[in-house]
């Protein structure tokens, strides 16, 4: 890491200065009372660098996550239309996505699959992995710039469709995803947010489309970002063995999710490489030490997951 030379013991995670920060109080400081001092600090650093690690706090429990969210964000929201596997520990409290552990899992911004999402998001360190297992970052404004400028302006002019496609016993189920066993319930909420509900006798029980934008301007910088989960949601994001089996099974119209442009028009696989290629540029990675907390800027950053061998336990609040 890059000292970054302010005399207050902030560091950077990247050699050319990019973040996420890392902070740590002094020897001996109560970590409550330094994270209250420290709030504006750190509220300006998240703007800034889109995000902090805090590091050295003496945390070895979820409560005392918690608390330490609650400096910050009194406000947590619950994690509903979802598109992964999560259990809830407590509260309003998550583990991370529980994904095969031989399994990355692509850089993206949190919910930004929707039209609604967490401005924040924290993680907690409960377990190390003992090898991998990392959250890697990006920063969505870098991410933005690097885009190829004609990609950028068909996804700014179309948006990006998301379909999901709901089949008893593959994926999550829509009781799951929305969190109720009642379709009026799932009715309601789709059409709230935009989204087009089509239920079905068979296969798929259930299938939902979505227009959402592709990038987003930050409400209180300004600074234009990529957001959208067009390379993960992607037909192309599965394994090929993965995928081919699913197509002979569902047919291709009935994958789980798929995402499209705006208009419907299929996403160009080189487009999509490119769009990988681009975050995997970007990535910067800190290693988990045990009761480490990350802070994002949901916006500003991307998060994902490397993969791990060993336990590895990780909490997440939204906000």
């Known amino acids: 890491m890059k000292h970054s030379g302010d005399g207050e013991g902030i560091e950077v995670a990247s050699q050319d200065g990019r973040g996420p920060v890392l902070l740590r109080p002094g020897e001996g400081a109560d970590p409550y009372l330094w994270l209250a001092e420290s709030r504006p600090r750190i509220d300006e650093l998240l703007t800034t660098y889109g995000g902090v690690v805090l590091r050295n706090l003496g945390l070895n429990s979820v409560s005392e996550f918690n608390r330490v969210v609650q400096i910050f964000s009194s406000d947590l929201i619950e994690y509903v239309h979802r ?5 809830k520990v407590g509260g309003k409290l998550y583990t991370a996505t529980e994904y095969p552990a031989d399994r990355t899992i692509p850089l993206h911004n949190e919910n930004s699959y929707t039209d609604s999402w967490p401005s924040r998001i924290y993680f907690y360190c409960a377990v190390a992995a003992k090898q991998g297992g990392e959250t890697p970052t990006a920063d969505s404004r870098r991410v933005y710039q690097r885009i190829d400028p ?9 948006g990006v469709l998301y379909v999901r496609n709901f089949t008893d016993g593959i994926d999550l189920s829509w009781q799951e995803v929305f969190q109720t066993t009642e379709r009026a319930v799932v009715e309601e909420y789709c059409t709230a947010h935009g989204i087009e509900v089509e239920w079905g006798s068979g296969s798929p029980v259930l299938r939902t489309r979505q227009h959402c934008r592709a990038t987003l301007a930050h409400p209180h910088t300004g600074e234009l970002v990529w957001f959208n989960q067009a390379h993960l949601f992607h ?4 394994a090929p063995e993965e995928q081919g089996s699913l197509v002979n099974e569902l047919g291709i119209d009935n994958l789980p999710r798929n995402a499209f442009y705006g208009n419907g028009d299929s996403i160009e696989p080189a487009v999509l490489e490119h ?5 995997e540029q970007e990535k910067v990675v ?3 030490q045990r009761g480490d907390i990350m802070m994002l800027d949901n916006l500003l950053f991307a998060h994902g997951r490397n993969p791990y061998q060993g336990a590895r336990k990780t909490i997440v609040a939204m906000s």
């Open 83 to 87: 598109s992964t596997p999560r259990t």
């Open 235 to 238: 037909a192309s994001a599965l």
């Open 286 to 288: 800190i290693p988990w």
């Open 275 to 279: 769009i990988r290629e681009v975050y």
């Open 150 to 158: 004609a990609v950028r302006e068909k996804f700014e002019r179309t």
